[in-house]
């Protein structure tokens, strides 16, 4: 069972590059989100989108931006990585709350350094 | 604002021991509430969730947790440690907005587990 995805596991980026981390999940889930995890700050959600083609501000939304062109991909892109964007960033996705709270199903990560 | 707060940064438990992982949440409403689990170089596993009724939960690995409105807490225990069980627990809040569903998530508290 895949589950959630993410592309690649680990990245080391020069400041000014730019790169997008790919989340892909087979659960047909409505709802994906973008969270990054810093030491001491617990997850932060960064971007999140409610379905195919729509898309909304996290916590944290500054220097990045994201697409969801596929119900079951969620990109998220830096345009000009700087060194305060060096995390591990987590995909995550729940299926539609029909009354009842669906949990978020966590990919197991990508680990981003800016030098 | 909805918070959540792990007091406890590390906490080192002897195998076979018992073992209790506090949290504390401010939020306005009951909330729905999980614990998740995080082991090295993985993503976020479930371990339990409160959304309502019994306020005594119980989840895998053997975990169970106690939701406590008068304290506004969600204490998670565990009888008897495993050495598996060294791992970086998260205490989460749910928090509900027209079907989206958005998690706050507390700064962690890091286990170790000694022989």
């Known amino acids: 069972n895949a589950g959630v995805t993410q592309t690649p596991k680990f990245r080391v980026l020069k400041t000014g590059q730019s790169m997008t981390l790919l989340c892909a999940q087979d659960?047909?889930?409505?709802?994906m989100y973008w969270y990054r995890q810093d030491p001491g700050m617990g997850l932060r959600l960064i971007h999140y989108?409610?379905?195919?083609?729509?898309?909304a501000k996290g916590e944290v939304p500054d220097g990045y931006n994201v697409s969801r062109l596929k119900k079951q991909n969620f990109l998220l892109g830096l345009e000009s990585a700087a060194p305060s964007q060096t995390s591990v960033y987590f995909c995550a996705s729940s299926s539609l709350n029909t009354g009842i709270y669906q949990p978020q199903h966590f990919g197991d990560g990508t680990r981003l350094s800016i030098l | 604002a909805q918070s959540v707060t792990q007091p406890d940064i590390h906490i080192t438990v002897s195998e076979g021991a018992s073992l209790e992982l506090r949290c504390n949440y401010s939020y306005g409403a009951t909330p729905y509430l999980f614990w998740y689990v995080q082991s090295p170089g993985q993503g976020l596993q479930l371990l339990l969730k409160y959304f309502s009724g019994d306020t005594l939960v119980q989840g895998i690995k053997g975990f169970e947790a106690e939701f406590k409105r008068s304290q506004s807490s969600f204490n998670l225990r565990k009888p008897s440690v495993h050495w598996s069980d060294a791992a970086e627990y998260f205490c989460a809040v749910g928090l509900m907005n027209t079907g989206f569903q958005k998690l706050v998530f507390g700064t962690g508290t890091r286990l170790l587990v000694s022989p």
């Open positions: 659960m047909n889930h409505e709802y």
């Open positions: 989108s409610v379905g195919e083609g729509t898309t």
